[in-house]
């Protein structure tokens, strides 16, 4: 499984854009990267998924350029709710057998 | 969406006891779960995968006896922790996939666990 590398933590203020990126050199031909939210005494939750190019969806978008070495969640106008752990996974995502392995995660703080 | 539900939310127990958490996917079958275990701070740590009808595969480092997996049906799969220590409290969250391609991983809400 692919390494992730991402910032430790990021501090933000509500209304603003944030974008987090995660390092992922040796991305395999049939990984795809996935994010999920983690807030504090909760299980992770998925927040969008892509493979190449620009994914957008109603909550995030994410951003992977043509070598896929990296991606970066964008997040629009956050507010003082996204304050929350975000995870880049990589991974193939070919059946539901496959484990997923967490790095160490980004401890985002929206500040008002 | 899918939705994976744990139960209890919540346990204390004393050193010695045993603690069983339960994992339903409520909407949709699972053949695979997974368990993980998370502590203050930290990033969640796959313990084991759990395989409906078959012994369940622990990561390296996870005692199979202390933390005991069963997944007999298709939509639960429990997680015991034997013996339990003040070492084991942590936060145990479960994870499930609809079997189909390319599909997210839905979570539990996870299980605090505090050994007293």
């Known amino acids: 499984l692919a390494k992730t590398t991402q910032p430790i933590s990021m501090d933000s203020y509500e209304g603003q854009e944030v974008n987090i990126t995660c390092s992922h050199n040796?991305?395999?031909?049939?990984?795809?990267i996935t994010w999920y939210q983690q807030f504090p005494s909760q299980g992770p939750r998925f927040i969008i998924q892509?493979?190449?190019t620009k994914v957008t969806n109603e909550v995030a978008s994410l951003f992977i350029p043509a070598d896929r070495k990296s991606s970066t969640l964008s997040l629009p106008r956050v507010s003082l709710s996204d304050t929350a752990v975000y995870y880049c996974?990589?991974?193939?995502?070919?059946?539901?057998?496959?484990?997923?392995?967490f790095g160490g995660g980004t401890r985002l703080m929206v500040k008002p | 969406g899918a939705v994976v539900s744990q139960h209890p939310s919540w346990v204390i127990c004393k050193s010695g006891t045993s603690v069983k958490i339960e994992c339903r996917s409520l909407?949709?079958?699972?053949?695979?779960m997974f368990w993980y275990r998370q502590f203050p701070k930290q990033s969640l740590m796959l313990m084991a995968t759990?395989?409906?009808?078959?012994?369940?595969?622990?990561e390296q480092g996870v005692e199979k006896d202390k933390f005991l997996i069963n997944h007999a049906s298709l939509t639960l799969s429990t997680l015991t922790v034997t013996s339990a220590h003040p070492e084991d409290s942590s936060f145990y969250i479960c994870?499930?996939?609809?079997?189909?391609?390319?599909?997210?991983?839905?979570f539990g809400q996870g299980t605090r666990l505090t050994v007293v």
């Open positions: 994870s499930a996939r609809k079997d189909v391609l390319r599909t997210e991983a839905f």
């Open positions: 040796n991305i395999a031909t049939n990984d795809y």
């Open positions: 892509g493979y190449k």
């Open positions: 996974l990589v991974g193939p995502a070919n059946n539901a057998g496959n484990m997923l392995t």
């Open positions: 909407d949709f079958q699972a053949t695979t």
């Open positions: 759990s395989n409906e009808g078959s012994k369940a595969t622990y």
